[in-house]
């Protein structure tokens, strides 16, 4: 189901910044641990990093370590992922999911958004 919205995406040149959002008029979202994955074309979706729904811990991937952080901002019902130092292999399309647990399937989906990375 459908029921996240993700924004934030677009072009940007190596070494940049985007900050993608991640929404719901459906739900709270943080009665749930909130998943970022990406897909990037001829290859399989990976997580990226995930926020507890316990205590806001972080598990990124290694890949995206010290580069992306997440964060949640209740007020608006928004996760954030910042991501800085882009890279190339970073162009995907990102999509926001929840699960009760990081790690636990996911239960939410949004539509995506595109990150390209290129000169």
């Known amino acids: 189901q459908l029921q996240l919205v993700e924004s934030g995406g677009g072009l940007v040149q190596p070494g940049g910044s985007l900050r993608l959002s991640c929404t719901s008029s459906?739900?709270?979202?943080?009665?749930?641990?909130i998943d970022w994955f990406r897909q990037a074309p001829g290859k399989e979706r990976e997580g990226v990093s995930c926020?507890?729904?316990?205590?806001?811990?972080?598990y990124p991937r290694k890949s995206v370590k010290g580069r992306f952080t997440m964060s949640r901002d209740n007020a608006k019902n928004t996760v954030y992922l910042q991501m800085n130092s882009l890279k190339p292999e970073d162009t995907a399309v990102y999509y926001c999911?929840?699960?009760?647990?990081?790690?636990?399937?996911?239960?939410?989906w949004g539509q995506g958004t595109q990150v390209t990375v290129s000169s």
């Open positions: 999911a929840a699960s009760t647990w990081c790690g636990g399937p996911s239960i939410y």
């Open positions: 926020i507890s729904k316990s205590d806001d811990s972080t």
């Open positions: 459906e739900f709270t979202l943080d009665a749930y641990a």
